[in-house]
């Protein structure tokens, strides 16, 4: 059966495939607002260095999309051209868009391999636990044995209907949680807001300059991926009105006296949430609001009837103290035998664990 596959290299050409990408993504199992078009067109200008996008699109058959990009990176060997996804960390896990994502991802990696190459290394670097099997497979039907290691861990919250999430804290979290609101309602007037507009909803441009102002103040701000950081900052405007109007947008601001404090920004689909930047204003750091606020946007979520809750990548204390479970992330790479740097790079790889040690070598590539 042939299979009709089109290249999209330019990002303003996607509009003409606009409804192929949303039907493929209405059916994409365990899908996220990071894989919607509306994501790629805003965070496309955020990647520093040069790359090329190289979306394949498909309608024949069910609808799919695996978009590839190619990008340059610098490593210890020099300058590297990778095929990936377009994601670059924001988020733990990424997947071709589909009912079957991995029949996509290998006729992908099947066009990738029939084109000229204009990448030294593909690296899937986004490749969740459960579609690991998947992907390695794809690799292989196409020829290769792809290198894998992990790349990140990620806190997540599993809510289940036998145990509410609060019943599952430590005694010592639920004390010092109570302590923090004691001490803000003691400070002034004390309020939790919390923000998850339907589909065509106002987006509340207010939640989002309450955001915006926590987050200039907080230590996310000289973060290079901060919610107020250059170039983030250009297009988070565009971001919130892109989720709000898909209706997967869940955020939470604490306030006292009316102004806020701290906040938690996520985006939620089909019963899946990612929390993709949060913030304090360190004058009430020793307060924990920065932890009040995760634990009151996490009860929101499980009323709200959310499943899993995706803490993010990085392993900071205040993520593990309200995770009830830990997923991995992997990379899956396969290493051009014609590029030379490339193939430095993977026999380091290889022998680094054995050097640094396992633990150490996964706790270096964590994103934090």
């Known amino acids: 059966m042939t299979v009709d596959i089109n290249e999209v290299n330019d990002v303003a050409d996607l509009d003409h495939y606009g409804r192929v990408w949303e039907q493929a993504l209405a059916v994409t199992p365990a899908a996220n607002f990071f894989q919607s078009l509306d994501w790629l067109r805003l965070s496309w200008p955020c990647f520093p260095r040069w790359q090329r996008l190289r979306a394949l699109v498909s309608s024949s058959g069910d609808p799919w999309v695996v978009p590839f990009c190619v990008r340059e990176?610098?490593?210890k060997v020099?300058?590297?051209?990778l095929l990936t996804f377009p994601l670059n960390d924001w988020a733990g896990e990424f997947a071709p868009l589909g009912s079957d994502p991995a029949t996509a991802l290998r006729r992908g990696l099947?066009?990738?391999?029939?084109?000229?190459?204009d990448w030294d290394l593909i690296d899937l670097r986004w490749t969740d636990e459960d579609f690991l099997p998947a992907a390695v497979e794809a690799f292989r039907a196409v020829g290769v044995r792809p290198q894998v290691e992990v790349r990140m861990e990620r806190p997540v919250v599993a809510f289940t209907p036998d145990e509410p999430y609060e019943d599952q804290l430590s005694k010592k979290l639920r004390q010092n949680l109570r302590r923090s609101r004691k001490q803000l309602e003691a400070m002034g007037r004390?309020?939790?807001?919390?923000?998850r507009p339907a589909a065509g909803d106002d987006p509340r441009m207010d939640f989002f300059e309450a955001c915006s102002r926590v987050g200039k103040e907080s230590w996310q701000h000289q973060e290079k991926a901060g919610f107020t950081s250059d170039p983030v900052r250009a297009q988070m405007h565009g971001i919130h009105l892109a989720a709000a109007a898909l209706g997967q947008l869940t955020l939470t601001t604490v306030r006292l006296d009316g102004l806020p404090i701290a906040f938690v920004y996520g985006f939620h689909?089909?019963?899946r949430t990612i929390a993709f930047r949060n913030g304090y204003?360190?004058?009430h750091a020793k307060t924990g609001v920065g932890a009040l606020a995760l634990h009151e946007w996490l009860l929101h979520c499980e009323a709200s009837g959310d499943r899993l809750i995706d803490l993010g990548p990085g392993t900071y204390e205040y993520k593990l103290r309200a995770a009830n479970a830990m997923?991995?992330?992997y990379s899956v790479a396969h290493h051009s035998r014609y590029a030379v740097r490339s193939q430095l790079m993977r026999a380091w790889r290889s022998i680094e664990p054995a050097f640094?040690?396992?633990?150490a070598f996964e706790k270096r590539r964590l994103v934090q």
């Not at 020099?78 to 051209?81: C, F, I, M, Q, V």
């Not at 099947?110 to 190459?117: C, K, N």
């Not at 004390?190 to 923000?195: A, C, D, K, Y």
């Open 356 to 359: 640094r040690g396992r633990e």
């Open 190 to 195: 004390f309020t939790v807001e919390h923000f």
């Open 269 to 271: 689909h089909q019963g």
């Open 73 to 75: 990176e610098r490593f």
């Open 78 to 81: 020099g300058p590297l051209r």
């Open 327 to 329: 997923r991995k992330t």
């Open 281 to 283: 204003d360190p004058q």
């Open 110 to 117: 099947e066009h990738a391999f029939a084109t000229p190459r």
